[in-house]
């Protein structure tokens, strides 16, 4: 999911090509465990149909459902404390863990990310307001860290608990820190899970 302009944003629906929106709801719910009431299958959920109304022509048409799209937004903000607005790209299989304290505000989010509880994605400062991070596929980031600016979380790479990420990690990185530091770059072992990768860097 390469950058793309702020005038892009919110245009058109961003759900990943070739996929409908049922077929990603069941996806994002078994990515979910099956867990009807897990609050980060809500807020995909809602993220979906944000992005599906967008392609409702014309837009008269389209107006109940934004209605309907904002209530539902707002309502998951309030009762989940998950913000993500349907203006952020994101992957398949994302999975959002536990629930709380989480802005999601990122120009995209990858295929297989991991995203933990009180994780901030957003602006550096508020005078460059469309600087937003890319978070690549397979990206694993810890519970309470803050990614922020233009910067890319490569694949794969891993962001400590509380990390405060203000530049770029590269694919299979492991930062840790505040201000964030790439402490070493992990060699894949195609043997080794996901899981078992991640408890390997020790983070």
């Known amino acids: 999911m390469p950058p793309h302009p702020p005038s892009d944003r919110g245009g058109a629906n961003q759900n990943p090509a070739g996929v409908g929106f049922w077929s990603l709801v069941r996806e994002d719910l078994r990515t979910h465990d099956g867990k009807l009431l897990e609050q980060g299958f809500w ?8 992005n599906w109304r967008m392609g409702v022509r014309p837009k008269l048409l389209r ?5 309907a799209y904002k209530l539902a ?5 309030w ?10 790209r994101v992957g398949r299989r994302v999975r959002l863990w536990h629930h709380g304290g989480m802005i999601l505000h990122a120009d995209s989010v990858g295929d297989d990310v991991q995203i933990r509880q009180n994780t901030t994605f957003g602006v550096v400062r508020s005078d460059h307001n469309f600087e937003l991070p890319t978070i690549a596929a397979g ?3 810890g519970a309470g860290a803050c990614v922020l600016g233009a910067i890319r979380i490569g694949e794969r790479a891993v962001i400590g608990a509380n990390a405060v990420v203000l530049v770029d990690v590269p694919d299979d990185g492991v930062a840790v820190g505040v201000p964030a530091k790439v402490i070493k770059v992990r060699h894949r072992n195609p043997e080794l ?8 860097a020790g983070v």
């Open 63 to 67: 107006a109940p459902f934004s209605i």
């Open 79 to 88: 009762t989940c404390g998950v913000s993500l607005p349907y203006t952020v």
């Open 43 to 50: 807020a995909l959920a809602v993220h979906r149909f944000g």
């Open 193 to 200: 899970s996901d899981a078992s990768a991640v408890e390997e």
């Open 73 to 77: 937004y707002r309502f998951v903000e």
């Open 139 to 141: 990206a694993d980031i």
